[in-house]
């Protein structure tokens, strides 16, 4: 990642329940259920369900890989976290999807360990969703926080308990009747937000197709997503573009401010026209930052990230950057 802050983006939004929630803390509780739903204290006094960042982050990215493949064509523009290209029982198509940080080798043939990769280079070979949540090897461009429960919805909220019944996965049978029981949310409303530093604009494009379908309710979050549990929807309350040292006149991104050689060296993608007749937000002036307040707005105004995304996804050389890369240096 540049050393240097060209631009961020903020989004702080509301999290309702749809269905039932859970979101399973790794804790075993003492005559407890089976599953219990994720706590904190608050102030060291009362315990209160909050939503770790990590699982956000993991939904976000979840839904943004299936945006990516959407627009893919007939081929698959991004790759799966979990599968270790490594692994001998791969088929030709897992092979394919072999996670981005996994597929570069820690050793080379002889066991000498392989030279660091600078991160412009991971980022310039890694496939669209890796260069914005990251991999194995690179830290990624969005950062999310634990969600809270609103102010209005704390000592309001609902936990139940409710019973499962343990399905045999060979015969979907129940598995001599083992019961289980979990907990789950039913009410309370949680706020948390979203940061993306030196982001490309296709990245904004990404991002603001995943929230308008979690402000749709389309999205699921934690355990159950098959079994009607997780469904929420979100509500943006500030969405706010920073461009540090420049103002900004239209949405662009970190490929607008950035050196030819810079460009070169991360493969940021040259963006598409459009934007120039949306009308852009006045600036707040902050010292060095220059802030745009786009929370009525954002949905115009990410209309050609989007085209950059639709035309990135469809151009982009993943896999083969990598693959190129990989047969190179191991
Ligand atoms: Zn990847």
Not at 37 to 59: A, D, L, Q, V
Not at 198 to 226: A, P, Y
């Amino acid at each position: 990642m540049l050393k240097k802050l060209i631009n961020s983006a903020h989004i702080s939004f509301k999290i309702a329940p749809l269905d039932p929630l859970l979101i399973k803390s790794g804790q075993a509780t003492v005559g407890g259920t089976d599953m219990s739903f994720m706590r904190t204290y608050k102030f060291g006094e009362k315990e209160f369900p909050f939503i770790p960042g990590s699982s956000i982050k993991g939904m976000l990215r979840a839904y943004a890989e299936k945006i990516c493949r959407t627009l893919g064509d007939n081929k698959v523009p991004v790759c799966l976290p979990y599968i270790d290209s490594k692994k001998n029982d791969l088929t030709p198509d897992e092979k394919a999807q072999a996670a981005c940080g996994l597929r570069v080798k820690e050793k080379d043939k002889e066991g000498n360990k392989s030279r660091t990769i600078i991160s412009a280079k991971m980022y310039n070979i890694s496939c669209p969703v890796c260069r914005l949540f990251g991999s194995h090897k690179y830290i990624g461009r969005l950062a999310t926080s634990d969600a809270y429960l609103t102010k209005e919805s704390e000592g309001q909220h609902r936990l139940e308990i409710r019973d499962g019944i343990a399905i045999d996965r060979l015969t979907g049978g129940t598995a001599g009747g083992a019961k289980y029981d979990f907990e789950v949310l039913t009410k309370g409303d949680f706020e948390t937000s979203v940061d993306i530093r030196n982001f490309e604009r296709w990245q904004l494009g990404l991002i603001g197709l995943v929230f308008r379908d979690m402000e749709d309710g389309l999205i699921r979050i934690g355990f159950g997503k098959s079994r009607g549990l997780g469904k929420i929807k979100a509500e943006i309350k500030n969405f706010k573009i920073i461009s540090y040292n420049m103002p900004l006149r239209k949405l662009s991104g970190i490929v607008a401010h950035c050196t030819e050689q810079e460009k070169q060296s991360y493969g940021f993608f040259t963006e598409t026209n459009g934007g120039e007749d949306t009308p852009w937000p006045e600036c707040e002036k902050k010292g060095l930052r220059h802030e745009y307040t786009i929370t009525e707005l954002w949905k115009n105004l990410l209309e050609p990230a989007v085209n950059d995304l639709v035309q990135f996804v469809r151009t982009d050389k993943w896999p083969q950057k990598i693959d190129e890369f990989v047969a190179e240096v191991n």
